[in-house]
């Protein structure tokens, strides 16, 4: 049986979307309350200033705008880190696939990413470490193309 990259692709987005139910739903049943640093950051949020003493703006920034939208409903500031884990996970993808012209390895890197532990754990706390994930995969990304 010979693996094609649609059936790779159609993994890597089956992997993706269970990974966003999967982080999002549990936390939302099992959790009580938000995690400290998400509450901080919608603290901040709701006072959006240049730059805090501790962080930079973006990790308040979008919890507020997810405020806005939502309310004060949990469960949209689990699928907000999720968001962020999720495109993290479509730039070691699209990088692995630079690097080894090779669709079913980029989607084993994506796997074997998911076995570090800040990238599920710890991923229902929307805090600056997971705000910054996709920024720094995709600045990855941009100096390979260049």
Do not use: R
């Not at 200033?49 to 507020?64: I, L």
């Not at 079913?104 to 710890?122: C, D, K, M, Q, R």
Request: aromatic letters at 22%; one cysteine or more.
């Amino acid at each position: 049986m010979t693996i094609n990259n649609k059936n790779i692709d159609n993994v890597f987005y089956i992997f993706v979307t269970a990974h966003l139910i999967f982080w999002t739903l549990i936390p939302s049943l099992t959790n009580n309350n938000l995690p400290l640093d998400t509450i901080e950051a919608l603290a901040w949020g709701s006072n959006l200033d240049w730059g805090f003493n501790k962080h930079p703006p973006m990790s308040a920034f979008f919890p507020e705008v997810f405020y806005q939208i939502f309310g004060s409903q949990d469960w949209a500031y689990y699928l907000l880190s999720q968001i962020f884990v999720i495109i993290s996970f479509y730039y070691v993808f699209k990088f692995s696939n630079e690097i080894f012209n090779n669709k079913l390895l980029g989607l084993i890197s994506v796997l074997l990413i998911e076995a570090i532990y800040f990238y599920n754990f710890t991923t229902p706390e929307f805090n600056v470490n997971v705000c910054q994930l996709p920024f720094f995969f995709n600045s990855l990304l941009l100096l390979e193309n260049l």
